[in-house]
């Protein structure tokens, strides 16, 4: 079993949720699926995900990709440190350029048809203090902007109009 990387003691935050039109299954089996993250994924190439799916407690997964406008291959390692049925996939990076970074994906039913998606983050930057200067001046405004696209997406290819 893999430990989970604790957060270090400065740490930023970030939520933002989005209702969609499907039933909170859909939404949850939808995000047990990390294959899934080339179709909502903005300015990505992907490269290779490689892991067990769906997602379970304690599975470790691997995601290689090129963002825009960075000409470099990025590598993400994850394990997954809880997946509660119908209400949350999360999980915390073991590799990646951040010094820290947990990303929980909560899922609650709206009724039988209608379900909300709330993507919480706790992350830390790289780079120490200047990593969270820069952060500060422009990290709030790249992560809206990056999960409000997301969101929209994945709202659009779980409501059929993608």
């Not at 490269?47 to 379970?56: A, E, H, M, W």
Request: net charge positive; hydrophobic share 40%; glycine share 6%.
């Amino acid at each position: 079993m893999i430990a989970i990387p604790r957060p270090p003691a400065k740490t930023l935050s970030f939520e933002r949720s989005i209702e969609i039109d499907c039933p909170v299954e859909v939404l949850y089996a939808f995000h047990r699926d990390t294959r899934n993250a080339p179709k909502v994924s903005p300015g990505t190439r992907f490269l290779s995900i490689d892991g067990d799916f769906p997602l379970d407690d304690g599975d470790v997964f691997t995601i290689r990709f090129v963002q825009r406008p960075l000409p470099m291959t990025l590598t993400w390692r994850f394990v997954v440190e809880a997946v509660v049925l119908n209400r949350a996939v999360i999980d915390v990076a073991l590799q990646s350029p951040f010094a820290y970074w947990r990303h929980e994906h909560r899922f609650e039913s709206l009724g039988p048809r209608r379900a909300r998606l709330t993507d919480r983050v706790r992350y830390a930057p790289p780079f120490g203090p200047l990593g969270r200067l820069g952060a500060a001046m422009i990290g709030g405004t790249m992560m809206e902007r990056l999960f409000a696209e997301r969101q929209r997406r994945t709202k659009a290819l779980l409501e059929g109009r993608s």
